[in-house]
């Protein structure tokens, strides 16, 4: 990562709540930016963004330009092999504020969002870095919207033509409630495929970042399968191919009486 450009989109400025949403949002990015030595090259503002029901969310939106060092580090997003191991770099939590759990399933935007620790956030980058370079890395993805089991859904069907299953055990962390285990959106965690994961597990304690393995990468016949405690959940690929890659043109392919049952019972994202 070299430097960012930034989109600030945001409602009635002349609002105090509106104001203070832009004054926060600029000073947490620029607090980021010193955290990770990332400079801002420049960007813009987009104010007044309402309509007859309210403004809307606050939406900074960043966007970053790095460097590669070698095209032997390009690592992509999506599992690649059977049998690889999948670690979670970081840690889940009982946060749930803020999730589009619930906006989505509850209707509900509310609640403090996770806790952001910058220099957990730079130690787990550098750990990831440092074992994309030693090679031990077959994949890697964040956990973001929707948590870590739409991020480990992402993973198995990432590649339309070429989906591959997982089995996932999460029962070390099975004291957390279950919605927050799955849907939280902790922050500081990446999902990784390896082949090597002692090697993983090293470079992440260097780092002292927490990490373990949580699963192992299957066949696609074998599906997607969480595990934690006695309770498994479990689907073929196929559904989640289908939501996932016919959003949009579903979306764009609705009649308008079917968008008006859609704004009024809005589906989780990607469905």
């Given at each position: 990562p070299m430097a960012i450009t930034n989109c600030l989109n945001f409602g009635n400025p002349k609002r105090p709540e509106v104001y203070f949403q832009f004054t926060q949002a600029v000073r947490g990015m620029g607090e980021a930016c010193v955290a990770l030595g990332t400079p801002?090259?420049?960007?813009?503002?987009?104010?007044y963004n309402e309509n007859p029901r309210g403004a809307v969310h606050p939406?900074?939106?960043?966007?970053?330009?790095?460097?590669?060092?070698?095209l032997e580090h390009i690592t992509r997003s999506g599992f690649t092999t059977a049998g690889d191991d999948i670690v979670l770099l970081g840690e889940p939590s009982d946060e749930l504020g803020g999730s589009?759990?619930?906006?989505?399933l509850h209707g509900v935007v509310a609640g403090a969002?996770?806790?952001?620790?910058?220099?957990?956030?730079?130690a787990t980058i550098d750990a990831l870095l440092d074992a994309i370079r030693a090679g031990a890395v077959r994949s890697a993805h964040d956990c973001s919207d929707g948590g870590l089991a739409v991020a480990l859904a992402e993973c198995c069907i990432?590649?339309?033509d070429g989906t591959i299953g997982a089995e996932i055990e999460l029962t070390k962390w099975g004291a957390l409630p279950l919605r927050a285990l799955l849907f939280g959106e902790a922050q500081a965690?990446?999902?990784?495929?390896?082949?090597?994961a002692p090697?993983?597990?090293?470079?992440a304690r260097r780092h002292g970042v927490p990490a373990l393995v949580i699963g192992r990468v299957r066949s696609p016949e074998a599906g997607f399968s969480i595990r934690v405690g006695e309770r498994v959940m479990h689907t073929p690929l196929e559904p989640l191919v289908?939501?996932?890659?016919?959003?949009?043109?579903?979306?764009?392919?609705?009649?308008?009486?079917?968008?008006?049952?859609?704004?009024?019972?809005?589906?989780?994202?990607?469905?």
């Open positions: 801002v090259t420049g960007g813009n503002v987009s104010f939406t900074p939106v960043v966007g970053m330009v790095g460097l590669i060092d070698s589009e759990y619930l906006a989505r969002p996770p806790h952001c620790d910058l220099a957990r956030e730079k990432a590649d339309e965690r990446i999902v990784v495929s390896t082949a090597s090697a993983v597990l090293e470079h289908r939501a996932f890659h016919d959003a949009i043109p579903s979306i764009m392919n609705a009649s308008v009486a079917e968008v008006a049952v859609l704004e009024q019972h809005p589906q989780p994202s990607g469905a």
